[in-house]
């Protein structure tokens, strides 16, 4: 059955019908009360969910970085490191992702051969 996190709001996949969140992640951030995830995690997950590799080891590290980020705790120069890793750590997660062309960019090279050949 699929659920919606109560945590994240993604959906996932439940193992049994009482299940609440997608991840050990989500559980105890709701256990420690910070609720809803903040912006970076909640924008960055969004973005690797639509690029179709959310549930890889490379996105986790993406996560796990945007989650440091986001928290309160962390000094404005650790979140000035955290920010540089999270950079390098999103470029490698979507390094492999193959952007689709832009239909105005395929118009333009058929007009192009067309123009070309006449």
Do not use: F, N
């Amino acid at each position: 059955m699929v659920r919606e996190c109560d945590t994240c709001a993604q959906p996932y996949e439940a193992k049994r019908s009482t299940s609440r969140y997608c991840s050990d992640l989500c559980r105890k951030r709701s256990q420690r009360g910070t609720g809803e995830s903040s912006g970076t995690y909640a924008a960055l997950s969004a973005e690797l969910d639509a690029a179709g590799v959310l549930g890889t080891g490379k996105a986790s590290i993406v996560l796990a970085l945007a989650e440091a980020m986001d928290s309160p705790s962390a000094s404005a120069s650790g979140k000035a490191a955290l920010a540089r890793e999270l950079a390098a750590a999103m470029d490698r997660a979507l390094a492999d992702v193959k952007v689709a062309d832009d239909p105005l960019d395929e118009l333009s090279r058929l007009r192009d051969r067309k123009r070309g050949s006449a």
